[in-house]
């Protein structure tokens, strides 16, 4: 390891600790969900659904913690990705359970069209 990097403390095991899991998404998105936290969230969302076993059909239930750990979202720039992904139709929530929690279902069907009109008028 470079000796300038570890003499301000940067050891090789920081070093992965820090680079352990890079948050990626996809760029397409951005334009279709109106901004970068908002594609950042539904591409993640988007994973997740992937993930899932057919019987949920589509559903999955994430804390505001769990998206945090997973985007590096904060509350606030969650909650306007969600409202942006939801005014959008591309992203539909329903509370369940006692207490209650919030669950998520990307809409497939309308990420596809908003993707095929974004093509259509040279987004990219």
């Known amino acids: 390891m470079n ?3 570890e003499s301000h403390g940067l050891s090789p095991e920081l070093l992965l600790a820090v680079f352990d ?3 990626s998404f996809h760029r397409c998105l951005v334009p279709v ?3 970068v936290t908002a594609a950042l969230m539904l591409s993640q969302a988007i994973w997740i659904t ?5 019987a949920s059909s ?3 239930m994430c804390s505001q913690e769990q998206w945090t750990q997973e985007t590096g979202l904060t509350r606030w720039e969650q909650e306007t990705a969600r ?3 939801r005014r959008a139709g591309l992203l539909v929530e329903r509370r369940l359970g006692m207490p209650a929690k919030l669950w998520f279902r990307v809409c497939p069907d309308a990420v596809l069209r908003a993707l095929q009109a974004s093509v259509g008028q040279g987004g990219q």
């Open 21 to 23: 899991m890079p948050v």
């Open 83 to 85: 409202r942006a992904l």
């Open 50 to 54: 992937e993930t899932l076993e057919s």
């Open 58 to 60: 589509g559903w999955f």
């Open 33 to 35: 969900a109106g901004g």
């Open 3 to 5: 000796a300038h990097i």
